[in-house]
């Protein structure tokens, strides 16, 4: 028995490769070849294999660790099939000649290393495209297998481009996998893919040919470098190739590593990477797609292009259909032929209702809301209201409840602060500032002019804000930014009617008061009823971000302070 210190074998100067699957844990026996963890550049994907039989005694690299070229990734307690070839794995980093050599000239370009590890240049002088003038006036290029070290015979998993196709340089063409990676053949330029040499499952080498592109030009980093050759078939340029497999892999093909399944599945709270070419992972990234709930149809489980996509098409048509399990199981909107029942008048949404019902919709279905009423006895504020506005008659403010209302909720605000956030992920940010948006009535629906810095205003100067921002409001002049920022909405129905009703919060923000009319009513104030001034209010809240008692509390707290405001102050 003897420790191995398995290491990450030559990659060329592929550096910083980052680790994207760790497939052991200390404890598991492992065969000869087993993969160990899994590394993945922008254009390959890759295993790193046990060079021998045995037992991981630690793991050294966990997943989104960066590694190179000797990096320690387990160490092995060989067994006797391990120990009696430690040089395997004293072997592992060793680069393979042709590795060590320095990258040719062409992958000096703008790709990452892993091309220039494919280059082995004293081995096999780059050779270039030579353009050959296309019927159209373009240039055609065979594009080739690039330099693949000793891969021989590996198979084509996927054919991403067809004749036609229109490609960038760099665009993956063909993926190709071996045992122990899968990288993808790029395109040496853009141009247009004219005729197809390959289909999947094809076995390929170095120096097949994969398809023939006809380009605008001659690849330009090319010409500028190397005056074209005059080479009958010319080779895919040195830059561009995938590349190779880690050199530590046996030379001879080894096993399946153990045919990991996809989707990927639980085990024992490690959750294993579905295998996919890099332009898939890419393709996933784009689309949000997470590879782990794809059915891969591609050899030995391998996710493919087509069924990322039709993974897409699938959550997307399940969403429209209300299929159960993804998106809205609901029934699809009626579509009744009105007129069939009587005379109909059809009229377009405005804009502004355009837009917000999408918001509103969003706003309610993703939000889980609850309502929590109270009610505010604003008897001693409305005297003082009528009197402020007999004062101030002469400057033409009115001060109405509303700008009260802001006040008392900056106040509750800061007393409350997770009321004055937004959810983000799993974190929340309570926000330092306070911007108030309030719901105003215009010809065009509804709109959310915000008061900023609301804390930093008096009750007049809020009065004559808020005043101005309707009006605004009404005449559709409000800019966008006088829309925007806002931390806690005021919804307020009272100078229309109404008991109480559910606002909807606007998102991202976490809750909005809703205000219904004042009225008088006896209120029993412990010795008798008395007539009291009583303001309905509901308080939409986010359940995720605030429990019912907060809710509660909060409303408590602004209805005290409605009743005097000189609590504010407190
Ligand atoms: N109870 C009783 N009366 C009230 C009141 C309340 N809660 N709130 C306002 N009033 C009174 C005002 O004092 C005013 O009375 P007056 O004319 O006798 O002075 C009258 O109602 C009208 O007030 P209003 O002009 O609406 O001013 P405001 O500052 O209260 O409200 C807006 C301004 C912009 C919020 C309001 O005009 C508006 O658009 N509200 C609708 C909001 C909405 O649509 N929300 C629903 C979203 S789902």
């Avoid at 590890?117 to 003038?133: D, G, L, N, W």
């Avoid at 009587?342 to 804009?351: A, D, F, K, Q």
């Avoid at 700008?403 to 983000?424: E, G, I």
């Amino acid at each position: 028995m003897s420790t191995i210190e398995v290491k990450v074998p030559a990659l060329g100067d592929f550096k910083d490769v980052p680790v994207i699957d760790v497939l052991v844990k200390p404890g598991d026996a492992v065969s000869k070849d087993d993969a160990l963890v899994t590394l993945e550049s922008e254009k390959a994907t890759m295993d790193v294999p046990s060079p021998a039989a045995g037992t991981i005694k630690a793991l050294r690299v966990k997943v989104g660790d960066r590694v190179s070229e000797g990096s320690v990734v387990v160490t092995l307690d060989a067994g006797e099939a391990g120990a009696a070839k430690p040089a395997a794995a004293k072997a592992a980093p060793q680069a393979p000649a042709a590795a060590k050599q320095a990258p040719s000239p062409a992958s000096a370009g703008k790709r990452d290393g892993a091309a220039a590890a494919t280059a082995p240049a004293a081995e096999r002088p780059p050779k270039r495209p030579a353009p050959v003038a296309a019927p159209s006036g373009g240039v055609r290029l065979e594009v080739k297998v690039p330099a693949i070290g000793d891969f021989k015979d590996v198979p084509v998993i996927e054919v991403l481009v067809k004749a036609g196709d229109t490609v960038e340089q760099d665009d993956p063409l063909v993926t190709l996998e071996s045992e122990k990676a899968t990288m993808d053949v790029p395109a040496p330029a853009a141009g247009t893919v004219r005729e197809l040499e390959v289909k999947a499952g094809d076995r390929v080498s170095e120096g097949s040919l994969v398809l023939v592109l006809e380009t605008a030009g001659a690849p330009a980093p090319v010409a500028a470098r190397e005056p074209a050759r005059e080479e009958p078939a010319p080779i895919a340029p040195a830059a561009a190739p995938a590349p190779r497999a880690p050199a530590a892999g046996p030379p001879a093909p080894a096993p399946a590593p153990a045919g990991r399944p996809a989707p990927a599945v639980e085990e024992e709270g490690r959750v294993a990477v579905p295998h996919g070419s890099p332009s898939v992972r890419k393709l996933a990234r784009e689309l949000g797609v997470d590879l782990a709930r794809v059915e891969p149809s591609g050899p030995r489980g391998r996710i493919l292009h087509e069924d990322v996509q039709r993974y897409v098409k699938e959550v997307m048509s399940a969403a429209a259909t209300g299929a159960p399990g993804i998106g809205l199981d609901v029934a699809p909107w009626p579509k009744v032929d009105f007129a069939k029942y009587g005379p109909v008048e059809t009229r377009p949404l405005s804009r502004i209702k355009k837009i917000s019902r999408k918001n509103l919709a969003r706003n309610w279905v993703m939000i889980p809301h609850v309502t929590q009423h109270d009610e505010a006895d604003i008897t001693e504020l409305e005297k003082f209201r009528v009197a402020l506005n007999a004062e101030h008659a002469k400057e033409g403010v009115k001060v109405t409840l509303l700008a009260f209302l802001v006040k008392a909720c900056v106040a509750a605000l800061r007393r409350f602060p997770d009321f004055n956030a937004s959810l983000d992920g799993d974190a929340l940010v309570l926000k330092q500032y306070f911007h108030i948006g309030f719901a105003a009535d215009t010809p065009g629906g509804l709109v959310v002019p915000v008061v900023k810095d609301a804390d930093r205003k008096g009750v007049l100067e809020l009065a004559r804000e808020l005043a101005e921002l309707a009006q605004k409001a009404r005449d559709g002049k409000l800019q966008l930014a006088e829309m925007q920022g806002g931390t806690f909405s005021i919804s307020s129905l009272g100078g229309i009617g109404g008991t109480a009703f559910t606002p909807i919060i606007n998102a991202p923000e976490v809750a909005i008061l809703g205000v219904s009319r004042s009225v008088t009513r006896p209120v029993w104030d412990g010795a008798q009823f008395a007539p009291r001034l009583m303001l309905p209010l509901s308080l939409s809240y986010d359940h995720r971000v605030v429990d019912g008692a907060a809710a509660a509390r909060f409303t408590s707290y602004l209805a005290a302070l409605l009743a005097d405001m000189r609590r504010a102050m407190l």
